[in-house]
Every structure is written in structure tokens, then in C-alpha cells.
């Protein structure tokens, strides 16, 4: 079966573009994780979904950060206008059923903002 | 400070000895999790613990767990080469945090054959 999908896998820009990350969950699980890892501060929960709803978007930094799930199938993050701190591996993961369950990462997408 | 934090930061052994990562956390929890993510990868699920349970095993893999003590570790038999990677533990701070994981900040394992 197909784990995580994300796309692309690596994205240079410079500084001010909009950046746009993809994710296909696996199919069948109705959570939907996003994250950002970084060497200083690790790894941080951006927002997630339930049931392709926004259940708790604390942690996007700032109103650049933008997460949609139009249908269970796809989600996309978008960071407008980017920073070069905004440089990091995004991850995005998935599970069913919430509690008790693992979660499955994409292999992340390396963003690098000049 | 952060929910999660492993110990040692970095660890170097060699193929056949054991390793052991421990893992310590501030509030209560539902579960406590372990993950690996190799260089470039996404992080992998390795075994996962409830706040009722003291150990659990899987393969190689050992985890306990000390509710009273706030801690865990992942203890690693005859280690491969192939166990290099970096190891984290997650916890599921139970209702009030939703279905959220909190990650520590990481073990780095190196195995040498």
C-alpha cells in the first residue's frame, strides 16, 4: 500500500514567493498531521485535520501559514509571502481513529528560502 | 520546557551491544510513543505505550514505562548498522490535548560495524 505522499520533495525560492506543499494521506485515515522540523526547535505540530476539518491550527506561526483539506484525499500548505526562516523539513503524516494510533509520515519536503 | 526530551542527545555504540535511549516528559499522558527517522526520512512508528502499561516488546525493541517517575526508555538489543538513526519519543497528553503528539527533541544513534 502507499504510505504518505508529498510533494515536491525539495523547493528553493527566494524570499517573498508563495510556497506551496502537497500531501496525499494514506487512504482510509481521517486525521491528517502537519509539521515542521527544524535543528533549533525540532519537531513542531503546525495544524491538523479531522475528517478534512481544522480541528487545532495553534501552531502556524503567523497569518503567512495557510493549511486546507478540500477533500480527504489532498491537503496543501501554503506559506505567502515566504521568509528565509521559514526554511525547514515539512512533514506531513496521517492516522485513523486519533487516540491510541500511530501516525504515518511522508518523507517531508525540504524547503530552503533565499 | 519541552514535553519529551530524550537523553543522551548522542549515542555511539557498537554492532552487537545494546542501546538505550530515555525519554522524560511533565504532564500526564494517554500514550507514550517511539519513532526512528533515518537521515533524509520521514519519521517511522516503532512501538507505541499506554499510561496502563509498564513494558512492551516488539522484535528487538523493549520500552518501559514509569508514570509515577514521568519517564521511558527504548532499549535496543544486539544493535545492527542498520539502527542508525535518530530515535524520539511522543506523548498524547491525553483529552485535553486532543489527538496531538508532542516530540522530544531526539537520541542519535550511531551503530558502527
Known amino acids: 500500500d502507499a504510505g504518505v505522499i508529498q510533494s515536491p520533495r525539495h523547493e528553493v525560492t527566494e524570499m517573498g514567493q508563495e510556497v506551496t506543499l502537497r500531501c496525499k494521506p494514506i487512504?482510509?485515515?481521517?486525521?491528517l498531521f502537519w509539521y515542521r522540523q527544524t535543528m533549533m526547535r525540532g519537531l513542531e505540530l503546525l495544524i491538523y485535520?479531522?475528517?478534512?476539518?481544522?480541528?487545532?491550527d495553534s501552531g502556524m506561526p503567523e497569518d503567512r501559514f495557510s493549511a486546507k483539506m478540500p477533500n480527504a484525499s489532498f491537503s496543501t500548505l501554503k506559506i505567502q509571502p515566504s521568509e528565509p526562516r521559514d526554511s525547514a523539513v515539512y512533514f506531513c503524516?496521517?492516522?485513523?481513529?486519533?487516540?491510541?494510533?500511530?501516525?504515518?509520515f511522508g518523507d517531508g519536503t525540504r524547503l530552503s528560502i533565499l | 520546557s519541552q514535553q519529551g526530551e530524550e537523553d543522551p542527545q548522542a549515542l555511539s555504540i557498537q554492532e552487537g551491544e545494546n542501546a538505550t535511549m530515555n525519554c522524560s516528559y511533565k504532564?500526564?499522558?494517554?500514550?507514550l510513543q517511539w519513532y526512528r527517522q533515518n537521515s533524509g526520512r520521514g519519521l517511522v512508528h516503532l512501538i507505541l505505550?499506554?499510561?496502563?502499561?509498564r513494558e512492551k516488546h516488539s522484535g528487538r525493541l523493549r520500552v518501559t514505562l514509569d508514570t509515577s517517575k514521568k519517564s521511558s526508555s527504548l532499549l535496543i538489543t544486539a544493535s545492527r548498522a542498520a539502527d542508525t538513526a535518530s530515535y524520539f519519543c511522543?506523548?498524547?497528553?491525553?483529552?485535553?490535548?486532543?489527538?496531538?503528539?508532542?516530540f522530544g527533541e531526539g537520541t542519535q544513534l550511531t551503530v558502527n560495524p
Open positions: 503524516a496521517s492516522t485513523v481513529g486519533g487516540r491510541n494510533q500511530p501516525q504515518h
Open positions: 487512504s482510509g485515515h481521517d486525521y
Open positions: 485535520f479531522n475528517n478534512n476539518v481544522p480541528i487545532d
Open positions: 504532564t500526564s499522558i494517554n500514550n
Open positions: 505505550i499506554r499510561s496502563n502499561e
Open positions: 511522543a506523548t498524547d497528553a491525553g483529552e485535553t490535548s486532543g489527538s496531538r503528539l508532542t
